[in-house]
Each structure stands twice: as structure tokens, then as C-alpha cells.
């Protein structure tokens, strides 16, 4: 899923977005959202879909983790989150309830419940107090949820979030404990937040299997292009990153022939396109030399055309696995891309 | 003509700079060019043409003007100028030859002379010497164009510019100069240097009459949606400015009921489109809300919907006096606009 954080996937159109990256749904932050335009202004507007001209789906985060990773004063208890805008400073509180009704509001296709994304490095101990508030909390967003409107569910589904650190047996415990919610889909959260690479997917390994394989499993905060296919192994069925999107503004372009720092000057001469193998907007109309010198000028188109190839090559990805998996391929698909050399910064 | 000064209208994609805009043809600067990433690498990658990914016309400045008002340590004498780059500080010299050959090695299909534009204000005398200086360089870069290639007239055409600051008898003197140079177009420089409006309508107003009506007259970095038509009807048929790009992204919007400052909160929950009567991709698909909402979260998605929304809306004017001109209803549309309000910041 592209991350579209505050109603727009940056620096491209939505018509893109379907027409050339054809991404079947994309991300917001209901953190950013709820603080500017607010949740309120996007529901009287039509909700988000609209504000944004996005028709397909949309998956809203809970807005807990932007809550740790931007917000300064933060103070967590029982009742939910308190926080200061990075905005201006006023004080918010966030609560499972209160999360729940500001996605509805904006619309979302997917919501995800309030969570506390536990800190890494973090003790046993603190992991499994984090992991149980965690699961009490979706308890009551889905308590809430489900409350007035039961037929809600098929329109807009809530997924619960498994924590609890880097620690097995509590992830264990924590998607024990969701599996009783019964909902359309299960994210794995709490990882991306600095531990080394193989915990990360050592406690997808863990997690995984134990959700439902027959509804969609979502890792959140993830990965790499050579990850991608490392976590679908596992059985993981959706994802998200700002990695695509953040790392072409910054120049760092992912190919079929790995990844393309586009500064270096290599690049000055070379009437290339990025990517042979890519049939983007980008691959197919401008050089490598054209990209580097649009980068160099730090010119907005850069960050266009950058943004269009990284998004379209990690959907493209995606439509490989999807394939590979459906024509019955996907340990050969997994076999070749393990034989790539790692990809490394140049 | 939109401005894309390093090879790029900025914020723009060329495919909807073609589809969306529909402009016949683009600028570029020299100066920029030269500098970064130099025309020769421009013209060994094919040309600014494929560069860029622009299949139809552009027209290369000079270079003169962005020596004067972006380098430093610049220094005017007969041979030409001598000035260090506002990039790295080296030492370059243009001269009117020098200018030209950068230019062909572009690959442009308008070139233009380089000039001395006339500080303002200028003494009589000042201007005097500034303009007999920008006749000579204007001789000597035609004699070194036409010299080793009689042919290549009807393929890169040469404009020469009238300057003569804001003296009538100069800008007179200067016109009929360089009409002995009988180049396929001419233009009308060291306008829109902080002089009152009044006067470059009135220096146009005395120059174009004096230039063949049957040739394209060209007023350089001109101007407000509501004055180009006054050019037009002082017989100028190209123009250009960073207006309608630079002030899309400074969130001022130029639209067939007047100037919106996007970041008014009146358009908060304002639903409607930028300008009802535009068709462009950004007023047929997004609100006023979702455009204030961007500017206000500066997202380059703003940049990018915005500048589409005034560069259309520019050509649409341009569009609009073709026509009325074709069917003679040219006074009649002149006689329209100048009933509508003056265009004031709200």
C-alpha cells in the first residue's frame, strides 16, 4: 500500500496513482488528518475518498504510532493516549472509541484499533504490559465498533494489531487474545522500529500461522523490495512503506536491476532509462542523465517521476506474487530473488 | 509560453503540459542550460527536444536576462559579458556569438539574440548606450549564425530585442536597427523590470507598429492574466512569465472569476471547484477545501494541481483571443475584459 499520510500519496496524482501504478488501495494517517483538515471538515466534504479523489480502497492507521514516533508530551493510561500536536501544541486525547469514530468519519474501507506500538529495545516485562493494554484497547474499540451497527462490518472492517515486542510467546499470547475479536483481518504491528532485520521477520514466522490464513494478514511499516517476497513466504498478505515514496524524493530509485543512486555521476551522460525492464511514465520517456540533472536542480518533477517508478516497481512486485502464487510458482519466484545479490547503497 | 527554465516547467509533467494545457511551445533558460548540465551534455543526449521529453516547440533566452539578476561579479564591455555562476561561483563569459552556438547546441527552435536589458530606471543617456550596445551584439550574433549555415534559418530561427528603456525615440531607434536584420520574428525586452505598468503597455505600444506585422512579435516576461490581451492588442503575439507557474505555488490561483488565495479560510469547507468554467484535470476532480488543505500541509501534490489549474488557464486565455480574432470579434473581447474588475490580492 502507498502511503498517502495527510490525504495525498506525495508528489502524484490519483489518476496516476490508478492509471500507472495501479495500486488497488493506499494508506492514511488519521493522526495527520485528524489534526489538519480534521476528521469533521473530510466527512462534511464526503469523507476521504472523495476529498481526495481516490475511488478505490483506503486503510487508515490508528494514529498510535504517529502518536509515539511525532507527538511530544505524550502520557499513556488506561483510558487511551494524551498528546500535543507537532502542529501547535494543543493537547488532544486519543481513546480506542474515539480513534474508531474519527476513521468512520473519514471514511476508511479498513480501520485499525488504537495500539501502543512498544519501543524496541523493550524488557519482557514492559513488552507484555504494553502487548495486554494493547489488547484491552481493542477489546473496546471493537466493543464500540460493533455496538451500534452491527452490518458496519462488511463495509468498513476494524483490524486488531499483535504486539508484544520481540518476544515470542507474547506474540503468541497477544494474537490468542485477538483471534476472539473474530474480525475481517489481523495486522502485525510494533515492528520497523529499529530492531535488526531477521527479528523482524523471525517473529512474523511466529505470528503469522497462528492468524487466519482464510482473511487478509497485514505487517505494518514494511520493507525492502527483497523483503516483500520474504514476508508473503510467511503469509503475510498486505503491507505498507514509506520507503518507495520517501527514498525516490530523496533519490534513491529501486530497479529490476537493483537500487539506482541517481546523484552519482555516472549517471551524467547515460540515455538510459532507469529501469529497461519498467514500462512506467518514467522508464519509458526520460534517461537516467535526465533524471540525475532534475535531481541536481532539485526540481519538483524529480521527486514526480521518482515517486511514479518506486510505487509502480514495489505494485509490480506485488502483481509478480500475486501471479507466481496463483500459477503455483511461488517457491521458485521466492528462489530467484533470494539468489539477487543484496541490494546495498552504492 | 510556460517557463521551464532547467528543462523542466516545474511541477509539471511534459505529457500534461501536451494534453492537459495544450501549449504550443515552452521556454527555457540558456543560462541555467549552460550552467547545469551544460549543453553539451544537453546536445550528446539528443537535445533539449528529447532531454526533456518535449516534442513540440521551444524557445531558448539568451541568457542575458538571468546574468544580470542572478550572478554576481558581472562585467559588460564590448566583447560581451563576463560573470560567475550563482552555482559555484566560476567565471564565465557569453558573448553573442558564444550565446548562439550554446544555444543551436540545444537544439532550440527560437533563439534569441543576447541583449543588455536596461536596468530601470536608466538616464536617457544610459539607455542610450545600453540599447546601441544590444544593436551591435545583435549584428554580430546574426553575422556568426548566418555565416557557416545560410539553411538553418527556417529550421532554429534568430530573435533579435528592441531595448531602449523607457525612452520612446530609442526604442524607435532600436526597432528600426535591428529590422534591418530581417529576422523571421522579433522581440521587445526590459520590459517587466519594476517599471509602472503604464509604461511597458506605452513602450509597446510605440515599438510593435514599427515591427512586420506579419512576423511573430514577441514581449519578453510579461504578464497578469487581464493584461495579455492589452499586449495583444497592441499586436504581440508571444509572451512569457513565470507568473501563472511561480504563483501556483505560492498558492495564488488565477481563475475566470479572479485571483483565489487558496490559504483564505473561507475555503475551508468550500466544496466547489478552483473555477467552475475550467475544464482542467485539477477544477473537473478536486474542491477548493482539498487544494487549501494541500497548501496548507505543503504537499507537493498542491505545486503540482495548481500549476496544471494556471498554466491552462493562461493558454486558455491565449485560446480565446485566437479565436475571437479569427471570427473578428476581437474588440468585442477586449471590451469584456477591461469591464471586469481590477485583479487585487483578496
Partial sequence: MPVGTQATVKAIMPRDLETEVDAPIILANTYHLFLRPGHDTVEKLGGLHKFMNWPRAIL?????????????????????????????????????????????????????????CTEYPATYERARESMELTVRWAQRAFSHYRGPRADREEQQALFPIVQGGMHRDLRRGCAESLLELNSYGYAIGGLSVGEPRPDSLAMVEETAPLLPSTKPRYVM????????????????????????????????????????IIKNSKYKEDAAPLD???????????????????????????????????????????????????????????????????????
Same sequence: chains 1, 2.
Fill in 221 to 260: 511499516g514494511v520493507g525492502l523490495p527483497k523483503e516483500l517476497p520474504e514476508y508473503v513466504a510467511r503469509g503475510v498478505d498486505m503491507m505498507d512503506c514509506v520507503m518507495p515514496s520517501r527514498n525516490a524524493r530523496n533519490g534513491c530509485l529501486f530497479t529490476s536491476q537493483g537500487r539506482v
Fill in 276 to 346: 529497461p525492464a519498467c514500462d512506467c511514465y518514467t522508464c519509458r520517456n526520460f534517461s537516467r542523465a535526465y533524471l540525475r540533472h532534475l535531481f541536481l536542480a532539485q526540481e519538483i518533477l524529480f521527486s514526480m517521476l521518482a515517486t511514479l517508478h518506486n510505487l509502480r516497481h514495489y505494485l509490480d512486485i506485488m502483481r509478480q506474487m500475486r501471479k507466481a502464487i496463483l500459477v503455483g510458482q511461488f517457491p521458485q519466484y521466492l528462489q530467484g530473488v533470494r539468489a539477487i545479490p543484496a541490494e546495498a547503497p552504492e
Fill in 60 to 116: 487508515t492507521d490508528s494514529g498510535g504510532f504517529q502518536v509515539f514516533s511525532l507527538s511530544d508530551l505524550r502520557k499513556i493510561h488506561e483510558e487511551g493516549v494524551e498528546f500535543a500536536s507537532h502542529l501547535n501544541g494543543d493537547r488532544h486525547l486519543f481513546t480506542p472509541e474515539s480513534t474508531v469514530d474519527v476513521q468512520l468519519a473519514l471514511g476508511s474501507d479498513i480501520l485499525m484499533v488504537l495500539d501502543e
